[in-house]
Each structure stands twice: as C-alpha cells, then as structure tokens.
C-alpha cells in the first residue's frame, strides 16, 4: 500500500510572493486528502510538491518511506512521475492531435506495457467516463467536460500508486462530477493508491475522509 509523508516544506516564489509551510503531512492509500483554498491561494503549487514537479526550499517529500524526491535527478523524478503517478492537470495536458485513444494509450506505450490489456483497461476507462462514443475523434475536437474526463481516465490508465488531480470536476455537470469522484476513489482503493484532489467545491471535498486548508499553510 503506498504511502506518502511531507516533512517541514517551505517554498516561496521569487520575488517574495506567495509562500507555504507544511510541517507534516502523513497520507495512505485508502485516505484520499481534498486541498481546499481560495484561488490562487497554493492549491496547484503545494500538488505539484507532493508530486516532485516543484522541489521546496527546505523540507522532504518521500514515497514509501524511499529517498527523498528532492534528492533525485530531475529524470529519476520524470521516470518515477511515469510509472508510479497519475496527474491531472487544470489546463488537461493532452495532445490535441492525438485521438481520445491514442491519449489514453500514451502511458503504456512510455512504460512498455503489453498493448491487449492496456487496451482493454483505456476501453473500461472510456465507457465509465462516457467518453468512449470519442474513442477516434482527436482530444482538439472534444468540449471542456469531455478533455477533462479523458484527462483523468489517461491519469488511471495505468493504475498508478499516487494519483495527483487537480480541479478534476471543475468543467463537468453534477452527475458527471460524482460519477469522475466515485472513480478516483474506487480506482485508487483497488491500486492501493494515494489521491490527493485539489478542489473548490464542498462536494467533493466531503467525499474525502481528509482535508487541508491552503489558509492554514500561508508562511
């Protein structure tokens, strides 16, 4: 079961604007953690600590009790991002030109995974999140709710130990929002796997056992 465990981070942009300090944040797998805050006020910047896309000033972030992220090389992050996490960004990140499956593919053609199975799963994926009708139609073409549900099904594809999902809801209606939450938390209790899920709205965060306010973290 995997495991995560920030200790005394601090980080500041330069220029002297926003800040964060985090004294200890301890999370397991089956304890998904909502980030809740203002906008603006570090909810993307601390995800993107915890998932090694930013280093702090001071502080650590280690998986599974290993070596601290800060003190791998920016590719040893890059190949742990590849295999062991799962990210949803706000802006999608996905290759417009690409179609929805190819999207979803990307992960295990990176990681080497047998085609059959990783097929399957991006097909099992893309029905749940009702975007498999697109399943040829390239990610440019698609609306706002339908990029981010291919987002996060790219995200799980692989059945990540970390998933880091931010604002994964944000463009979608009620029913599809629950429906995005329900698998994030079913998906991350069959892999054994962290979530953490940066969000504004109640809703989701009450489906989170855990919750951390960016206000009590301002340094």
Known sequence: MA??????????????GFGLALTRLELRAGEPLA???ASGGGKTTLLRLLSGLLLPE????????GEALGSLSSEARRTLRLRRMGLVFQDFALLDYL????????????????????EARARQLAEQLEIDAHW????????QGERQRVAVARALVHA?????ADEPTASLDPARRGRVM???????RAAGACLVIVTHDPEVAEACPQRLRMEELRA
């Not at 200790?7 to 942009?13: A, D, Q």
């Not at 329900?182 to 991350?188: H, K, N, V």
């Open 3 to 16: 495991t995560l465990l920030a200790e005394h981070l601090r980080f500041r942009y330069p220029g002297g």
């Open 136 to 143: 040829t139609q390239t990610a440019g073409r698609l609306s």
């Open 160 to 164: 990540p130990d970390f998933v880091f």
């Open 182 to 188: 329900d698998l994030l938390l079913e998906a991350s």
């Open 58 to 65: 001071a502080g650590r972030v280690c998986l599974d009790g």
């Open 35 to 37: 980030v809740l805050g």
């Open 99 to 118: 179609t929805v499956a190819e999207n979803l593919l990307l992960p295990g053609r990176f990681l080497g995974l047998e085609p059959g199975p990783a």
